[in-house]
Nanobody, 121 residues
Framework: QVQLVDSGGGLVQAGGSLRLSCAAS????????MGWFRQAPAKGREFVAA??????IYADSVKGRFTISRDNAKNTVYLQMNSLKPEDTALYYCAARWSKATMSPNDYPYWGQGTQVTVSS
């Protein structure tokens, strides 16, 4: 079992930055692939970024603006979000799976509770 707690969301103006954190506990942290997803009102859960031993992957909409990283010593994954846009407004979730990183939320059995990101224009 893996328990995930995400944090770091908030209200920011367009062009600003935020860093989300996802603290993991439970089963050994260094093995799982970790992903960030987001869900805006009346929309499905959307892939943002993921990281595993083979590297990291990003949605086209965030490439060049967002960076995913992990600190295994702290059992924490981060999502640095720069040049934020109003369309980035959503509830952001971190997720974990015991295999390579993928873009499908259905592949991830473990989820955080979500942290709200609101970008004003």
């Amino acid at each position: 079992q893996v328990q995930l707690v995400d944090s770091g969301g908030g209200l920011v103006q367009a062009g600003g930055s935020l860093r989300l954190s996802c603290a993991a506990s439970g089963r050994t942290f260094s093995s799982p692939a970790m992903g960030w997803f987001r869900q805006a009102p009346a929309k499905g859960r959307e892939f943002v970024a993921a990281i595993s031993g083979s590297g990291d992957i990003y949605a086209d909409s965030v490439k060049g603006r967002f960076t995913i990283s992990r600190d295994n010593a702290k059992n924490t994954v981060y999502l640095q979000m720069n040049s934020l846009k109003p369309e980035d407004t959503a509830l952001y979730y971190c997720a974990a799976r015991w295999s390579k990183a993928t873009m499908s939320p259905n592949d991830y059995p473990y989820w955080g509770q979500g942290t709200q990101v609101t970008v004003s224009s």
